[in-house]
């Protein structure tokens, strides 16, 4: 069965220090990650999905079949960063419309 | 284009009461779904469907129904509210399947006493 697991419910930095949030997923295939970003009193968006390989807003992630990880991380944390955080991973085959996320790991960025 | 709305934005319901919760699309997209939010817990799909006429259960589809009679119109149905159900339900949509980018909905926020 598909699983995604953030382990940190909370994570605090200070403004200009790295962040690293983690996830870590199980899944047999090919897996389709992605991170998801819910800022206060906004709708959830898409941040980034490893296929793309793209930095957003100096995110990077990077899939670890290995270790089955995709941990999000920025070398220096913003205040405006302060948000929930979700882990998703995309269904196991090409019919369907289930995302599987994990618990979300909440990041305050202290001034 | 106002990509995915939800109405209502907040509800209360007593236990026992039945409710809909809209969900509508303005982007044209095949596939739509329902997730609740709850603490710890992440989203958790609900019901999805990949099509006009075609809907299927996800994790958590007990005590929900719904139904899908256009391609924009998604909405979901609470048969006989508990108070199990105190959530904040979000609507997405896609183009594609689970593994495309979801579009979601600003959600709403239901309490069940």
């Known amino acids: 069965a598909q699983r995604v697991t953030q382990p940190e419910k909370l994570l605090s930095v200070f403004k200009g220090a790295p962040v690293e949030l983690k996830c870590n997923y199980s899944?047999?295939?090919?897996?389709?990650l992605f991170w998801y970003v819910q800022y206060s009193r906004q709708r959830l968006q898409l941040l980034l999905r490893?296929?793309s390989r793209e930095s957003i807003k100096g995110f990077t992630a990077d899939l670890n079949k290995g270790e089955t990880s995709f941990h999000l991380k920025k070398p220096f944390a913003q205040e405006e960063d302060s948000a929930m955080y979700y882990c998703?991973?995309?269904?196991?085959?090409?019919?369907?419309?289930?995302?599987?996320f994990g618990g979300g790991t909440r990041l305050m960025v202290k001034p | 284009n106002a990509g995915v709305t939800q109405t209502p934005k907040f509800q209360v319901l007593k236990t026992g009461q039945s409710m809909t919760l809209q969900c509508a699309q303005d982007?044209?997209?095949?596939?739509m779904s329902w997730y609740r939010q709850d603490p710890g817990m992440g989203l958790r799909l609900i019901h999805y469907?990949?099509?006009?006429?075609?809907?299927d259960q996800g994790e958590v589809p007990n005590g929900y129904n719904v139904s899908r009679s256009t391609t924009e119109d998604f909405p979901l149905r609470l048969l006989s509210a508990a108070p199990s159900q105190t959530s904040v339900y979000f609507c997405?949509?896609?183009?594609?399947?689970?593994?495309?980018?979801?579009?979601f909905g600003p959600g709403t926020r239901l309490l069940v006493l």
């Open positions: 997405a949509s896609s183009r594609g399947t689970g593994r495309e980018t979801q579009y």
């Open positions: 899944y047999s295939g090919s897996p389709e």
């Open positions: 490893h296929i």
């Open positions: 998703a991973l995309g269904p196991n085959n090409n019919a369907g419309n289930m995302l599987t």
């Open positions: 982007m044209n997209h095949e596939y």
């Open positions: 469907s990949v099509g006009a006429g075609i809907t």
